[in-house]
């Protein structure tokens, strides 16, 4: 008998087998599979959306995890630390608290925010920044170093002056050139404080930083005013003259040289500069130049029928001119600045003068009776200018016309020694037919030379105070006496009064 075991029978499930059986399992397990996934899907899109515009996970800001906070709470934490740094600084014997802003410091609150929360939130990145552990947003902080240099400045105490250079000063009155002294200054070097706002500021946390004061020395010397000053006194010291052309020297004081000369300092203002007046000096060598020159004058010469000279009217004088004046003023202006010395002379060329040569007056025929007053008289019809002739040697003075006398010679009275009448030729420029004569401006009345005569007759002035005048004082004429006039009698200076005018020639010579 065979017996065979039957499995429902005995009360237990019945098996799958075969094909179809296998595939009810596989089916079974996508189905549990496809709910979990579905589970977890839900939720991991739940807490990525929980992320957005917030910041992600293992997001730090000053050490402080904000994950999942707002722009505007990370902005508030990032503000009130900065407002709660401070920064000690020492400098010299004062301490002081200070926040960053006094030190040009500015805290970018809503930059870091933005930072902090700006890294993408999409599921994948959520999800990633979740198993990707801390990512640390340092704050968005900027340092004006301008304005931490002024503070840094600032904290030198209102007592302790900046450096005072030194300076080199002339006094008129005594001629003297003089060095100030400088002063030495305190200050800081910035550079400590810059240094230490910047590598600590971004930490957002207080700290100290010593700032020294130091003596700071002014950038002109009392050393090197006190150099400039003996430099000075070696230019003045230097003997300077400049050679004329007659062999006399013009001696270039030091008294002059102080007026030419100034100090300052120069355009970087780091030295002193001893300098030099272009202009002055050029214009006092020109009128140097000028008194050495001498203007030529023309002589005039009578001649008779055959164009033999019969008497020198004039005597011609040869002029003098200097030709290197600026040449000159350059070598002085050299020597001033002490780059070489003075070894200066005039040089001239001549100015030749002409001869003017005119008619000698035909031979006046004997009178009768010596004193007759004819030979005042003109010749009939004279032609030319009208002009007088002073002469100094024969010490007479006449009229002419053209080439012809029509007065004189008379006798005069000229300038004694120390009073010597001028040479030249001159025109007439002022007269008056009375006039006071002194000399007060120029002497007291106690003065031996002092003089005031009243109601001088019949004055023609020819040259500054030279003239003619009647001399109603003297008894005779044909010397050297007057203070430089020519002193005619009453009746002689009224003639030439009478006939002469303004703008008449007058050559004067001996």
């Given at each position: 008998m065979t017996n065979v075991t039957d499995s429902a029978a005995l009360g237990g499930p019945s098996r799958p087998t075969g094909r179809h059986g296998r595939r009810r399992v596989a089916l079974l397990i996508v189905a549990i599979v496809a709910v979990i996934a579905v589970v977890l899907t839900g939720g991991a899109l739940a807490y990525a959306k929980q992320f957005e515009g917030r910041a992600l996970p293992g997001t730090t800001v000053l050490g402080q995890d904000v994950a999942g906070q707002t722009?505007?709470?990370?902005?508030?934490?990032?503000?009130?630390?900065?407002?709660?740094?401070?920064?000690?600084?020492?400098?010299?014997?004062?301490?002081?608290?200070?926040?960053?802003?006094?030190?040009?410091?500015?805290?970018?609150?809503?930059?870091?925010?933005?930072?902090?929360?700006?890294?993408?939130?999409?599921?994948?990145?959520?999800?990633?920044?979740?198993?990707?552990?801390?990512?640390?947003?340092?704050?968005?902080?900027?340092?004006?170093?301008?304005?931490?240099?002024?503070?840094?400045?600032?904290?030198?105490?209102?007592?302790?002056?900046?450096?005072?250079?030194?300076?080199?000063?002339?006094?008129?009155?005594?001629?003297?050139?003089?060095?100030?002294?400088?002063?030495?200054?305190?200050?800081?070097?910035?550079?400590?404080?810059?240094?230490?706002?910047?590598?600590?500021?971004?930490?957002?946390?207080s700290f100290s930083v010593e700032q020294p004061i130091e003596e700071i020395a002014p950038s002109i010397t009392t050393e090197e005013a006190e150099a400039v000053v003996a430099d000075i006194a070696a230019l003045l010291e230097q003997p300077m003259a400049i050679e004329g052309p007659d062999g006399a020297t013009h001696e270039v004081s030091s008294e002059r040289r102080n007026g030419w000369i100034s100090v300052a300092p120069d355009e970087a203002e780091q030295t002193l500069r001893i300098a030099v007046d272009e202009d002055a000096v050029r214009e006092w060598v020109s009128t140097v130049a000028a008194q050495d020159a001498v203007e030529p004058e023309d002589g005039i010469e009578q001649v008779d029928e055959d164009g033999e000279v019969v008497k020198v009217v004039t005597e011609k004088?040869?002029?003098?001119?200097?030709?290197?004046?600026?040449?000159?003023?350059?070598?002085?202006?050299?020597?001033?600045?002490?780059?070489?010395?003075?070894?200066?002379?005039?040089?001239?060329?001549?100015?030749?003068?002409?001869?003017?040569?005119?008619?000698?007056?035909?031979?006046?025929?004997?009178?009768?009776?010596?004193?007759?007053?004819?030979?005042?008289?003109?010749?009939?019809?004279?032609?030319?200018?009208?002009?007088?002739?002073?002469?100094?040697?024969?010490?007479?003075?006449?009229?002419?016309?053209?080439?012809?006398p029509v007065w004189g010679p008379r006798a005069m009275v000229d300038g004694k020694e120390g009073y010597e009448t001028v040479t030249?030729?001159?025109?007439?420029?002022?007269?008056?037919?009375?006039?006071?004569?002194?000399?007060?401006?120029?002497?007291?009345?106690?003065?031996?030379?002092?003089?005031?005569?009243?109601?001088?007759?019949?004055?023609?002035?020819?040259?500054?105070?030279?003239?003619?005048?009647?001399?109603?004082?003297?008894?005779?004429?044909?010397?050297?006496?007057?203070?430089?006039?020519?002193?005619?009698?009453?009746?002689?200076?009224?003639?030439?009064?009478d006939w002469a005018s303004i703008g008449t020639k007058t050559v004067v010579h001996y």
């Open positions: 722009p505007e709470e990370i902005a508030a934490l990032v503000a009130e630390r900065g407002e709660e740094v401070t920064v000690s600084v020492t400098a010299g014997e004062k301490q002081l608290e200070v926040g960053l802003e006094e030190l040009g410091v500015s805290v970018d609150a809503a930059a870091t925010a933005q930072a902090a929360v700006g890294r993408d939130d999409s599921f994948a990145d959520v999800i990633a920044s979740t198993w990707s552990g801390e990512h640390e947003v340092s704050p968005v902080v900027a340092v004006d170093e301008a304005s931490t240099v002024a503070f840094a400045k600032g904290l030198v105490p209102e007592d302790r002056t900046t450096p005072v250079d030194a300076e080199v000063t002339f006094d008129e009155d005594s001629q003297t050139w003089t060095a100030e002294p400088g002063r030495n200054g305190q200050g800081v070097d910035p550079q400590p404080l810059v240094d230490a706002v910047t590598a600590h500021a971004p930490t957002l946390e004088k040869d002029g003098l001119k200097i030709t290197n004046t600026d040449a000159v003023a350059d070598q002085l202006i050299a020597a001033l600045t002490g780059t070489t010395p003075l070894e200066a002379a005039f040089e001239s060329t001549t100015v030749e003068a002409t001869v003017e040569q005119v008619d000698a007056p035909a031979p006046a025929e004997e009178e009768d009776e010596e004193d007759s007053e004819e030979s005042a008289a003109p010749p009939a019809n004279p032609t030319g200018e009208k002009w007088i002739d002073v002469d100094l040697s024969a010490k007479t003075v006449t009229a002419y016309v053209g080439d012809t030249g030729t001159y025109e007439i420029y002022l007269r008056y037919d009375r006039q006071d004569m002194t000399n007060a401006p120029y002497y007291p009345e106690d003065h031996p030379k002092y003089y005031y005569t009243p109601d001088v007759p019949w004055v023609q002035y020819f040259h500054r105070g030279y003239g003619f005048h009647g001399a109603p004082w003297r008894s005779s004429f044909g010397y050297s006496g007057s203070h430089g006039c020519i002193n005619l009698p009453v009746s002689d200076a009224k003639w030439l009064y």
